[in-house]
């Protein structure tokens, strides 16, 4: 599974908010679907994500656009090149709609290319079986707009025709396959892939096509291949790949995650049910006893049948509930009696309907266990009302309300005719069934297996029970089955999923996916939200509230605790960081000056190049005159004839403001050169404007968020607040004089400015001059840390410690008030605009700390950088804007302001004006400026 850094860095999504590239669209009609059917909010942003990036990705300047969404990808995947990435995800709930986003989405995209806002290529729709092609099919079909589709296999004959419109095929994503593995006779299922490739490539929607897939796998090549199109392999893919999913596990859909609507989200707006995972401590658990084993399931239909009971009294309260009739699904790798998991759950429900059980005890026991059961995704405990079902219970009831049985009995079986792939199972003495098997082959289980479950008659009937598995009617309380419950059927009946022998690393792939079944509810006809959520606009009686919750939570259980770990797994890679609370601002100097930038008057002007670069463009040049060259290389927006000029002048050896900077070039690729050459030359560049006072420019505190449990999460806050309620030793000192502790309460309380927990990680509130308190400091040098905007980097923890150091000489800033900050590059808005000169733009430098010094009626302000200095080159860029910028004293409020820049580094620097800038204490730093 990936890695937690995977589900922090949604990179395209922050990409598209960031750049604001869905606000810049509209489009009509984007809420109506068909009749009854109007599109969720999410459904519409998603659509809007998908449309704004393909724009995005096409528009005529899009070289540079995609090479910076490529560095950004690089950042985290160094591999990743050209041609991985023209693809978009979209983490979508089961049960999110996807099959109505993907259809819109296509009637959208046909559109746009018809207006020739999107290249005209064929749109290809992968799904992974014939079921869910069948239903993509029927709602094509109830689209209110005609859409029409063709099988892919109709794309070999149409793909030579000069007059062909771009149009949408369908097919099964795992029946794309290579040559040799497609069998010769007309009606093999497999296809060719290389049949169907298009030189300018395909958009290809896949809608969980990756299941079943590896991440090597073969075939999830052969999708990115066909979007490619005929393409060098140094440039981008022509096409598009748009990966519509539930579950991921590829590092690449987390980066290239255009919107995320995942579980976590889902749950978090109210749709669904909530979700409990039981004994996710594995506290108790012994593998090789069977008699814990067998209390995991007795536990689960003691929670059954409370869940039944709060229905059965819900319904009593309010006609016009379309609540659902409550259902166990038990999930198991390979439904074989061989495998000890599923005897036993046999073994379990016979020592029910037989008695021979203390129910109560087992009853008792949960009831402690349940009332600090935490829910996903929700900071909330299970209702009173259940607790109280749960506890109260006896073996009548189960008998009575699970297994139909008013007595003892035993079990006997129905067989359908001419259905090879149910079983259903009832007590003896009832003639309801409560649990139906369904598997591949039952002829073959019951042949083998029946005998031994102690099964006792057998009889037949004429219509099987699963396909009536959602009426109102079905008195099936319990399905038992393998992977046909991860995909392809949908019920809002699950309440309880049971897995059984699940545990191996295959079992993350559609743990998710199963779980994802179970969370549909509808309290109202067409209203899919929990009750709470919804009381604001339906009528119901209060009361409801106490029995809803019951029917509106999934509990999952496991057999096992490699079962349970898979679940933990797959839940926290879809939970989204939770936030950590508490942090408070220091009140120790305001206002707090911020400088502000305006674009400069004049442009930059000028562009360094190299002597290689300079004699191929010499060369180059030659060969064009201005209007071809702007033809050929597509040099439509912001090119600028007077960048010609100079081009001229300089090929010409006369004065220009292209200068040759020496050095060598390998590559030279002229569409580029003469972009950033017009770039440079043209760019607005930044001058200092005025000082503002500080507003939310710091903020990056208020989102500080980890990627724990919710327990964790719930510790690491209540540590944070204890931190933030330590006392100062003049306070402390005043109490235990007044006898209002003691000395010892003193001490304790005295060592709370600072706590650590998961070994690597303090909580710290000594600076207390920091903007805001506490600071969060990650002690590992792994980079890895599973809190945002922790301090991170050794030489930040060096340079903080060495600053409490000096803060224990009572002579260091003595006279000054002051405070400082950390900054976040990207998401505070402190900065120092400079002018890269290697890659000819102008960027923003965050230095990771600004330090507000007052005396009197002078200001400083100090800007320190606390990383190495490797790359001299830059740190100079940097310096020299800084002292373009803030070469004179400034001021603010009839107050002089100086601004100063300090990197902090214990390696000497050889370059004179880097030494001139470099400090290798907090002592020396701050005794040169003070």
Same mark, same amino acid.
């Given at each position: 599974?990936?890695?937690? +850094?995977?589900?922090?860095?949604?990179?395209?999504?922050?990409?598209?908010?960031?750049? !604001?590239?869905?606000?810049?669209?509209? =489009?009509?009609?984007?809420?109506?679907?068909?009749?009854?059917?109007?599109?969720? &909010?999410?459904?519409?942003?998603?659509?809007?994500?998908?449309?704004?990036?393909?724009?995005?990705?096409?528009?005529?300047?899009?070289?540079?656009?995609?090479?910076?969404?490529?560095?950004?990808?690089?950042? &985290?995947?160094?591999?990743?090149?050209?041609?991985?990435?023209?693809?978009?995800?979209?983490?979508?709930?089961? !049960?999110?709609?996807?099959?109505?986003?993907?259809?819109?989405? +296509?009637?959208?995209?046909?559109?746009?290319?018809?207006?020739?806002?999107?290249?005209?290529?064929?749109?290809?729709?992968?799904?992974?079986?014939?079921?869910?092609?069948?239903?993509?099919?029927?709602? #094509?079909?109830?689209?209110?707009?005609?859409?029409?589709?063709?099988?892919?296999?109709?794309?070999?004959?149409?793909?030579?025709?000069?007059?062909?419109?771009?149009?949408?095929?369908?097919?099964?994503?795992?029946?794309?396959?290579?040559?040799?593995?497609?069998?010769?006779?007309?009606?093999?299922?497999?296809?060719?892939?290389?049949?169907?490739?298009?030189?300018?490539?395909?958009?290809?929607?896949?809608?969980?096509?990756?299941?079943?897939?590896?991440?090597?796998?073969?075939?999830?090549? =052969?999708?990115?291949?066909?979007?490619?199109?005929?393409?060098?392999?140094?440039?981008?893919?022509?096409?598009?790949?748009?990966?519509?999913?539930?579950?991921?596990?590829?590092?690449?859909?987390?980066?290239?995650?255009?919107?995320? =609507?995942?579980?976590?989200?889902?749950?978090?707006?109210?749709?669904?049910?909530?979700?409990?995972?039981?004994?996710?401590?594995?506290? =108790?658990?012994?593998?090789?006893?069977?008699?814990?084993?067998?209390?995991?399931?007795?536990?689960?239909?003691?929670?059954?049948?409370?869940?039944?009971?709060?229905?059965?009294?819900?319904?009593?309260?309010?006609?016009?509930?379309?609540?659902?009739?409550?259902?166990?699904? /038990?999930?198991?790798?390979?439904?074989?009696?061989?495998?000890?998991?599923?005897?036993?759950?046999?073994?379990?429900?016979?020592?029910?309907?037989?008695?021979?059980?203390?129910?109560?005890?087992?009853?008792?026991?949960?009831?402690?266990?349940?009332?600090?059961?935490?829910?996903?995704?929700?900071?909330?405990?299970?209702?009173?009302?259940?607790?109280?079902?749960?506890?109260?219970?006896?073996?009548?009831?189960?008998?009575?309300?699970?297994?139909?049985?008013?007595?003892?009995?035993?079990?006997?079986?129905?067989?359908?005719?001419?259905?090879?792939?149910?079983?259903?199972?009832?007590?003896?003495?009832?003639?309801?069934?409560?649990?139906?098997?369904?598997?591949?082959?039952?002829?073959?289980?019951?042949?083998?297996?029946?005998?031994?479950?102690?099964?006792?008659?057998?009889?037949?009937?004429?219509? !099987?029970?699963?396909?009536?598995?959602?009426?109102?009617?079905?008195?099936?309380?319990?399905?038992?089955?393998?992977?046909?419950?991860?995909?392809?059927?949908?019920?809002?009946?699950?309440?309880?999923?049971?897995?059984?022998? #699940?545990?191996?690393?295959? /079992?993350?792939?559609?743990?998710?996916?199963?779980?994802?079944?179970?969370?549909?509810?509808?309290?109202?006809?067409?209203?899919?939200?929990?009750?709470?959520?919804?009381?604001?606009?339906?009528?119901?009686?209060? %009361?409801?509230?106490?029995?809803?919750?019951?029917?509106?939570?999934?509990?999952?259980?496991?057999?096992?605790?490699?079962?349970?770990?898979?679940?933990?797994?797959?839940?926290?890679?879809? +939970?989204?960081?939770?936030?950590?609370?508490?942090?408070?601002?220091?009140? #120790?100097?305001?206002?707090?000056?911020?400088?502000?930038? $305006?674009?400069?008057?004049?442009?930059?002007?000028?562009?360094?190049?190299?002597?290689?670069?300079?004699?191929?463009?010499?060369?180059? +040049?030659?060969?064009?005159?201005?209007?071809?060259?702007?033809?050929?290389?597509?040099?439509?927006?912001?090119?600028?004839?007077?960048?010609?000029?100079?081009?001229?002048?300089?090929?010409?050896?006369?004065?220009?403001?292209?200068?040759?900077?020496?050095?060598?070039?390998?590559?030279?690729?002229?569409?580029?050169?003469?972009?950033?050459?017009?770039?440079?030359?043209?760019?607005?560049?930044?001058?200092?404007?005025?000082?503002?006072?500080?507003?939310?420019?710091?903020?990056?505190?208020?989102?500080?968020? %980890?990627?724990?449990?919710?327990?964790?999460?719930?510790?690491?806050?209540?540590?944070?607040?204890?931190?933030?309620?330590?006392?100062?030793?003049?306070?402390?000192? $005043?109490?235990?004089?007044?006898?209002?502790?003691?000395?010892?309460?003193?001490?304790?309380?005295?060592?709370?400015?600072?706590?650590?927990?998961?070994?690597?990680?303090?909580?710290?509130?000594?600076?207390?001059?920091?903007?805001?308190?506490?600071?969060?400091?990650?002690?590992?040098?792994?980079?890895?840390?599973?809190?945002?905007?922790?301090?991170?980097?050794?030489?930040?923890?060096?340079?903080?410690?060495?600053?409490?150091?000096?803060?224990?000489?009572?002579?260091?800033?003595?006279?000054?008030?002051?405070?400082?900050?950390?900054?976040?590059?990207?998401?505070?808005?402190?900065?120092?605009?400079?002018?890269?000169?290697?890659?000819?733009?102008?960027?923003?430098?965050?230095?990771?700390?600004?330090?507000?010094?007052?005396?009197?009626?002078?200001?400083?302000?100090?800007?320190?950088?606390?990383?190495?200095?490797?790359?001299?080159?830059?740190?100079?860029?940097?310096?020299?804007?800084?002292?373009?910028?803030?070469?004179?004293?400034?001021?603010?409020?009839?107050?002089?302001?100086?601004?100063?820049?300090? &990197?902090?580094?214990?390696?000497?620097?050889?370059?004179?004006?880097?030494?001139?800038?470099?400090?290798?204490?907090?002592?020396?730093?701050?005794?040169?400026?003070?």
């Amino acid at each position: 599974m990936v890695g937690i +850094m995977a589900n922090q860095t949604l990179l395209l999504s922050k990409f598209i908010e960031g750049r !604001g590239l869905s606000e810049r669209y509209e =489009y009509e009609e984007l809420e109506s679907f068909s009749k009854g059917i109007r599109l969720h &909010y999410y459904q519409k942003e998603s659509i809007k994500n998908a449309l704004a990036f393909l724009r995005f990705w096409y528009k005529k300047d899009s070289y540079d656009s995609r090479k910076s969404l490529l560095e950004h990808y690089q950042n &985290y995947d160094k591999n990743l090149k050209k041609q991985d990435i023209a693809r978009a995800s979209f983490w979508m709930a089961t !049960g999110s709609g996807k099959t109505i986003i993907m259809i819109k989405l +296509m009637d959208l995209m046909l559109t746009l290319m018809k207006e020739e806002q999107l290249p005209k290529k064929p749109i290809m729709l992968l799904v992974p079986n014939d079921k869910i092609l069948s239903q993509f099919k029927e709602n #094509i079909k109830r689209y209110h707009k005609k859409l029409e589709y063709r099988e892919l296999k109709e794309y070999e004959s149409v793909k030579n025709s000069l007059f062909s419109e771009p149009c949408i095929y369908l097919a099964r994503s795992d029946l794309l396959d290579s040559k040799e593995n497609v069998g010769k006779d007309k009606k093999a299922k497999r296809l060719d892939y290389e049949n169907y490739k298009n030189n300018e490539g395909w958009y290809i929607l896949l809608d969980e096509a990756h299941r079943g897939e590896n991440a090597n796998s073969k075939r999830k090549g =052969y999708f990115h291949e066909l979007a490619r199109g005929e393409v060098s392999e140094d440039d981008f893919a022509k096409g598009f790949v748009l990966n519509f999913s539930a579950t991921f596990e590829d590092e690449i859909d987390f980066l290239s995650c255009a919107y995320n =609507y995942n579980l976590a989200e889902f749950n978090k707006d109210g749709y669904g049910k909530n979700i409990a995972v039981l004994n996710e401590s594995l506290d =108790y658990k012994n593998e090789d006893n069977e008699e814990d084993r067998k209390r995991t399931i007795l536990e689960s239909f003691i929670i059954f049948n409370a869940m039944k009971k709060a229905r059965k009294k819900l319904l009593s309260l309010n006609v016009n509930f379309t609540y659902h009739n409550p259902l166990i699904i /038990a999930v198991s790798n390979k439904v074989n009696t061989q495998d000890a998991g599923i005897r036993l759950y046999f073994k379990t429900i016979l020592s029910i309907l037989q008695n021979k059980v203390a129910i109560q005890k087992v009853a008792l026991n949960l009831y402690e266990k349940l009332k600090g059961q935490e829910l996903y995704f929700k900071a909330d405990k299970l209702s009173e009302e259940l607790l109280e079902f749960v506890k109260n219970v006896n073996n009548e009831e189960l008998r009575k309300n699970i297994f139909y049985a008013h007595e003892n009995a035993n079990l006997e079986c129905y067989m359908v005719k001419g259905n090879d792939k149910e079983i259903a199972f009832c007590s003896k003495n009832s003639n309801k069934p409560f649990m139906l098997l369904n598997i591949a082959n039952v002829k073959e289980w019951q042949k083998e297996f029946l005998q031994t479950l102690s099964v006792e008659t057998i009889k037949d009937v004429s219509k !099987g029970f699963f396909d009536e598995i959602n009426s109102e009617n079905s008195s099936i309380n319990i399905m038992l089955g393998s992977k046909v419950f991860s995909e392809g059927w949908d019920s809002n009946r699950v309440n309880l999923i049971s897995f059984i022998n #699940i545990g191996s690393i295959n /079992a993350k792939k559609y743990v998710l996916q199963t779980i994802g079944r179970g969370v549909r509810i509808e309290p109202f006809l067409n209203k899919r939200k929990r009750l709470s959520v919804l009381k604001e606009e339906m009528d119901f009686k209060e %009361a409801c509230l106490k029995y809803a919750p019951a029917l509106e939570t999934l509990f999952i259980m496991a057999s096992d605790n490699k079962a349970i770990s898979s679940i933990i797994e797959g839940l926290n890679v879809v +939970m989204r960081t939770k936030p950590l609370q508490g942090f408070k601002k220091t009140k #120790i100097l305001s206002p707090l000056p911020v400088p502000k930038y $305006k674009n400069k008057a004049s442009l930059h002007q000028q562009y360094k190049i190299s002597a290689k670069e300079a004699e191929d463009l010499r060369e180059f +040049m030659q060969d064009y005159d201005e209007d071809v060259l702007i033809v050929k290389q597509c040099l439509y927006e912001g090119f600028k004839y007077s960048t010609f000029e100079e081009i001229k002048k300089f090929n010409e050896g006369e004065k220009s403001q292209i200068q040759k900077s020496g050095g060598n070039e390998d590559k030279f690729d002229a569409k580029r050169t003469l972009k950033i050459i017009n770039a440079s030359l043209n760019a607005k560049l930044k001058e200092f404007d005025k000082f503002e006072d500080l507003k939310d420019e710091i903020k990056h505190y208020k989102e500080m968020q %980890a990627n724990f449990s919710e327990e964790e999460v719930r510790k690491i806050n209540e540590m944070i607040k204890s931190v933030m309620r330590a006392k100062s030793e003049a306070e402390l000192e $005043k109490e235990v004089e007044e006898g209002k502790i003691s000395f010892k309460e003193a001490l304790k309380q005295a060592k709370l400015d600072e706590v650590q927990f998961k070994e690597n990680y303090t909580i710290s509130a000594k600076l207390k001059e920091h903007y805001y308190k506490p600071l969060v400091i990650y002690h590992k040098d792994d980079g890895k840390s599973e809190i945002n905007f922790a301090i991170t980097h050794k030489s930040e923890r060096e340079f903080l410690q060495d600053l409490e150091k000096n803060l224990q000489n009572e002579a260091f800033l003595k006279g000054y008030k002051w405070c400082f900050s950390k900054l976040v590059e990207k998401k505070d808005e402190i900065y120092i605009p400079y002018f890269d000169e290697r890659e000819q733009k102008e960027r923003k430098f965050y230095p990771d700390f600004i330090f507000w010094l007052k005396k009197g009626k002078s200001f400083k302000i100090l800007f320190i950088d606390p990383k190495g200095l490797s790359y001299e080159e830059n740190a100079k860029f940097k310096i020299n804007a800084f002292e373009e910028l803030f070469s004179q004293i400034l001021t603010y409020n009839n107050e002089k302001i100086e601004v100063i820049l300090r &990197y902090y580094n214990k390696n000497a620097q050889s370059d004179f004006k880097l030494k001139k800038y470099t400090k290798s204490s907090v002592k020396e730093l701050f005794e040169e400026i003070v």
